[in-house]
């Protein structure tokens, strides 16, 4: 499946989110040559580590409204990595879970309860895109029949991977995506903070829009993903970090790509994402801040990471 022409995203931003969606549809779209050259940095956060998120109450939303979390889980520290991503894709793609149709990688999932509410689409049981086949911004490449990194790219989070592969690869390995709820307690802790770090945001602390970071080239190739915890409190190249984690020690809750969550909600066919990316406005990386788009959806700027059982 080729990426969809709409290339922004439908956010619930209240009264403010026709114009910030516009802007960042805009930003989104723009031609970013992946192949350009660009720097590689170890920032030695380990992508295969996980943290607890105890089960208790915290603040939940933009007017931190009580919420209590009944259950703890386990959540990866980082986003799933390319390098995780292309092993998953050959491993399923060599035992058959997965096949190649077309353009892009396949694989099957369930479907939805369909309810016939105005505008749902219905997403009966069968297969679905993964990922992209050709597409020459995607962050890895398929040559005779194996998947593999681009060059800088291995320790960067996974993109142009759809809700379905973003689900596909939770599952393949006895995990899940995590929802809403789980997912803003673990970005934001108990004390209604509304950035995973604290109060405040400076490009020092999260890749958004001309964050200004080595990875960002706005006059040339525009903007690039940052690799997994980069900001941790390093300096590169002259470019000073901060260490930015949540109150559990996960890295890149803000910023870097939007992650899809498994919320699926009775009458609505959209899948939802959170945190913000390399393309937001700072005000999309609070915390509570919601996006969407359809599940078949991939671009540059979307990825995801797994919870399962403490």
């Given at each position: 499946?080729?990426?969809?022409?709409?290339?922004?995203?439908?956010?619930?931003?209240?009264?403010?989110?026709?114009?910030?969606?516009?802007?960042?549809?805009?930003?989104?779209?723009?031609?970013?040559?992946?192949?350009?050259?660009?720097?590689?940095?170890?920032?030695?956060?380990?992508p295969e580590a996980?943290?607890?998120?105890?089960?208790?109450?915290?603040?939940?939303?933009?007017?931190?409204?009580?919420?209590?979390?009944?259950?703890?889980?386990?959540?990866?520290?980082?986003?799933?990595?390319?390098?995780?991503?292309?092993?998953?894709?050959?491993?399923?793609?060599?035992?058959?879970?997965?096949?190649?149709?077309?353009?892009?990688?396949?694989?099957?999932?369930?479907?939805?309860?369909?309810?016939?509410?105005?505008?749902?689409?219905?997403?009966?049981?069968?297969?679905?895109?993964?990922?992209?086949?050709?597409?020459?911004?995607?962050?890895?490449?398929?040559?005779?029949?194996?998947?593999?990194?681009?060059?800088?790219?291995?320790?960067?989070?996974?993109?142009?991977?759809?809700?379905?592969?973003?689900?596909?690869?939770?599952?393949?390995?006895?995990?899940?995506?995590?929802?809403?709820?789980?997912?803003?307690?673990?970005?934001?802790?108990?004390?209604?903070?509304?950035?995973?770090?604290?109060?405040?945001?400076?490009?020092?602390?999260?890749?958004?829009?001309?964050?200004?970071?080595?990875?960002?080239?706005?006059?040339?190739?525009?903007?690039?993903?940052?690799?997994?915890?980069?900001?941790?409190?390093?300096?590169?190249?002259?470019?000073?970090?901060?260490?930015?984690?949540?109150?559990?020690?996960?890295?890149?809750?803000?910023?870097?790509?939007?992650?899809?969550?498994?919320?699926?909600?009775?009458?609505?066919?959209?899948?939802?994402?959170?945190?913000?990316?390399?393309?937001?406005?700072p005000p999309d990386?609070?915390?509570?801040?919601?996006?969407?788009?359809?599940?078949?959806?991939?671009?540059?700027?979307?990825?995801?990471?797994?919870?399962?059982?403490?």
């Open positions: 499946m080729k990426r969809p022409m709409q290339c922004g995203f439908r956010a619930l931003w209240g009264r403010w989110g026709i114009m910030l969606a516009l802007m960042l549809a805009v930003a989104a779209c723009q031609p970013v040559a992946a192949a350009t050259p660009m720097p590689v940095y170890d920032t030695g956060v380990d996980w943290a607890v998120v105890p089960a208790g109450p915290f603040l939940a939303g933009q007017f931190n409204a009580p919420t209590n979390l009944a259950h703890a889980f386990a959540i990866m520290v980082t986003d799933v990595t390319v390098e995780q991503y292309v092993r998953f894709l050959n491993q399923a793609l060599a035992e058959g879970t997965l096949r190649v149709q077309g353009d892009q990688v396949v694989g099957f999932y369930p479907g939805d309860s369909f309810h016939g509410a105005k505008h749902e689409e219905e997403i009966p049981a069968q297969d679905y895109g993964f990922v992209p086949l050709n597409d020459p911004d995607a962050p890895f490449v398929y040559v005779e029949g194996v998947f593999a990194p681009k060059d800088g790219y291995a320790r960067h989070p996974m993109t142009y991977v759809s809700w379905f592969g973003a689900w596909g690869y939770c599952r393949y390995y006895g995990y899940r995506l995590p929802s809403g709820l789980e997912w803003e307690k673990a970005a934001r802790g108990e004390d209604g903070r509304p950035y995973p770090w604290g109060w405040d945001l400076t490009p020092a602390n999260a890749n958004y829009y001309r964050s200004g970071d080595p990875f960002e080239a706005m006059r040339t190739v525009g903007s690039r993903t940052t690799p997994i915890g980069f900001y941790n409190g390093k300096t590169y190249d002259g470019f000073a970090t901060l260490d930015s984690p949540s109150p559990y020690g996960l890295y890149d809750m803000a910023g870097n790509v939007w992650q899809w969550v498994g919320d699926i909600t009775e009458g609505i066919h959209y899948r939802f994402m959170r945190g913000g990316s390399k393309d937001s406005y990386l609070r915390v509570w801040v919601t996006n969407n788009a359809t599940p078949r959806y991939f671009g540059p700027g979307t990825g995801f990471r797994c919870v399962r059982e403490p």
